[in-house]
């Protein structure tokens, strides 16, 4: 849905539109009962989803969601509604969906309407270079048709998020995931971007799919998904309706500079139910007398998945660590929640230069690669820089905020602590960080990819509840892993799949083991043993071994004190 445009008008396509599917009779909608928040698509993790859970009649969390309120009129598409926060237009209905509804008092058709638009708070959705997003919801259009249905504009679509912090429209761009007018019963597909009027997506109509049928939209849920692909060249959006891809664009269709500006950086999602405007205008025009009042987008679910570039493997190190900053800008944006692993939190510094983030990965790791995720407010010049006392920096990496927002890159170091240096800022707000996610392996030993960490972890005792198995594998060498005072002991860590090993790192507490061999198993019951050791002495010890399983255990059978066996991380290497 364009902030200024007619979005998707067939004259925009450089194509005639396909016939829209018979228009059905308004009917009220069937209840419908909730569909859980699908699981990621294979080769794909999900980021972040919301499926509507709340009471009826409730409104939206506003940590989560923003309201859009105001005259239609202001968002440059010439709509006739009063977007409020009313839930008599916008609220959860009880049973798993939410609803944007259409209102009209008095007699003018064109006037006395009110409706909803909302957004989310979060604006770090987006692809990463190499790298995939899939945005996907179900929904179902407002049950009207091409009789009494004129004028109603219903949207799921997403904003760049540079538009934010000043970028204009188009050029910060706008994917329009799904559009309807009229009651037509079909869906337009539409990208913005360069300059308006005219330029590379001959705005304000955009280029995009035309009209396409979608037969039972106005009665039924159905999926409309985007997804930006970063991984292949030249790039490429592609439209889903059911699964279905119904439009593709590459991104050699455009201008470069205007594809990258509009395209290449996070965007934050939009829901609206819009009345009248130029879109409908172009199809008939609208609302007129016969148009009804209480026409509704239900909405079940949104998700966003991502697809992690091809460089991207292993655990993420930095995640869950602790992580500190130069300033807040306050308690509700902190450091850590810049290693939190949730997209939908972010740290934001104090509106100054320089400012700094910093993780202490709790022990010496080979850093192979960092993605940057940065909110709207972003750093416009950057360094990242590690060090092994969290004094004396060594800088690894530079950047000044290209591509805009979304930064992946390889890196060359070592450090026990790793930070973000940020020297300039793209606004007058703080620097501000959805996430910092590093990828590497234990300095002075592990080879191939870590294993183990944040895997399912068992032992055969644990000495009390302040030491139990899963803090051996959790990546903080802050905790541990401690026994029962007796021989034998074991503690066995859960791959999820069978694994070729070719390294154990074990970072022993004081209470070690002296005699102990490392196991593997396919089932969890049946071990080979792949190391074997009576004279181990403690400390940080590094094993090249051979063998494969999906578990692997250290089981010892003679201790070095009179303790149990402690370990502050049991780490499996391989591929």
């Avoid at 000043?166 to 329009?176: A, N």
């Avoid at 409309?224 to 590459?250: C, H, K, M």
Wanted: some cysteine; aromatic content about 10%.
């Amino acid at each position: 849905m364009a902030t200024f445009a007619l979005a998707g008008a067939p004259a925009a396509q450089g194509a005639s539109a396909q016939p829209p599917a018979a228009a059905i009779a308004a009917q009220p909608a069937a209840a419908a009962a909730p569909a859980a928040v699908p699981a990621a698509p294979a080769g794909f993790t999900t980021t972040w989803s919301d499926d509507f859970s709340g009471a009826a009649n409730t409104g939206l969390n506003t940590d989560i969601w923003r309201y859009d309120v105001g005259e239609g009129w202001t968002f440059g598409t010439g709509e006739v509604e009063t977007m409020t926060n009313s839930t008599s237009n916008v609220y959860q209905d009880g049973n798993g969906h939410l609803v944007l509804k259409a209102l009209h008092t008095g007699t003018d058709p064109v006037a006395g309407w009110t409706s909803g638009r909302v957004e989310t708070q979060a604006d770090g959705f987006g692809a990463l270079p190499g790298g995939v997003v899939r945005v996907e919801s179900s929904l179902q259009q407002p049950n009207v048709n091409t009789t009494n249905g004129l004028g109603y504009w219903p949207a799921f679509w997403m904003l760049g998020s540079p538009l934010r912090v000043g970028t204009v429209w188009p050029g910060s761009g706008e994917i329009d995931i799904m559009e309807d007018i009229n009651g037509r019963s079909s869906v337009f597909g539409a990208l913005h971007c360069g300059t308006n009027p005219g330029g590379p997506c001959n705005e304000s109509t955009g280029v995009g799919s035309g009209e396409r049928a979608c037969s039972g939209c106005q009665t039924g849920y159905h999926t409309y998904a985007v997804e930006i692909d970063r991984s292949t060249s030249p790039e490429q959006i592609r439209w889903y309706l059911d699964g279905a891809n119904f439009y593709t664009l590459s991104s050699n269709q455009l201008d470069a500079t205007a594809w990258s500006n509009a395209v290449d950086h996070s965007f934050f999602i939009i829901y609206d139910l819009a009345i009248g405007g130029g879109f409908p205008a172009a199809f008939g025009g609208g609302p007129t007398a016969a148009t009804v009042s209480g026409g509704s987008l239900n909405i079940d679910y949104v998700a966003v998945y991502n697809k992690a570039p091809a460089g991207t493997t292993g655990t993420n190190i930095a995640q869950g660590k602790p992580t500190t900053a130069s300033s807040a800008e306050s308690a509700s944006f902190p450091a850590s929640n810049a290693t939190d692993g949730n997209i939908s939190t972010r740290w934001s510094s104090a509106f100054s230069d320089p400012q700094w983030l910093q993780v202490d990965l709790g022990t010496t790791y080979n850093l192979t690669h960092a993605s940057v995720i940065w909110e709207a407010a972003a750093a416009s010049a950057y360094q990242l820089q590690t060090s092994t006392n969290g004094t004396t920096w060594t800088t690894v990496y530079s950047n000044n905020n290209s591509p805009q927002l979304l930064q992946d890159t390889a890196l060359s170091g070592s450090g026990r602590y790793v930070r973000i240096y940020a020297t300039a800022r793209n606004s007058t707000y703080g620097a501000s960080l959805y996430e910092l996610r590093l990828y590497g392996s234990t300095s002075g030993g592990g080879t191939g990819t870590l294993l183990s960490q944040g895997r399912t972890a068992t032992a055969s005792s644990s000495e009390n509840t302040s030491f139990t198995a899963p803090m051996a594998v959790d990546g903080n060498t802050g905790t541990r892993w401690s026994s029962a005072f007796s021989d034998p002991q074991w503690l066995q860590v859960d791959l999820g799949a069978s694994h070729t090993i070719s390294s154990v790192a074990l970072n022993w507490e004081g209470a070690y083991g002296t005699a102990y061999q490392i196991q593997t198993s396919a089932n969890g019951t049946t071990w080979t043993t792949i190391y074997s050791t009576t004279a181990g002495s403690g400390g940080n010890q590094t094993l090249s071994v051979t063998g494969s399983g999906r578990y692997v255990r250290m089981y010892g059978t003679a201790r070095s004190t009179q303790y149990g066996y402690s370990l502050w991380e049991f780490q499996v290497y391989g591929t």
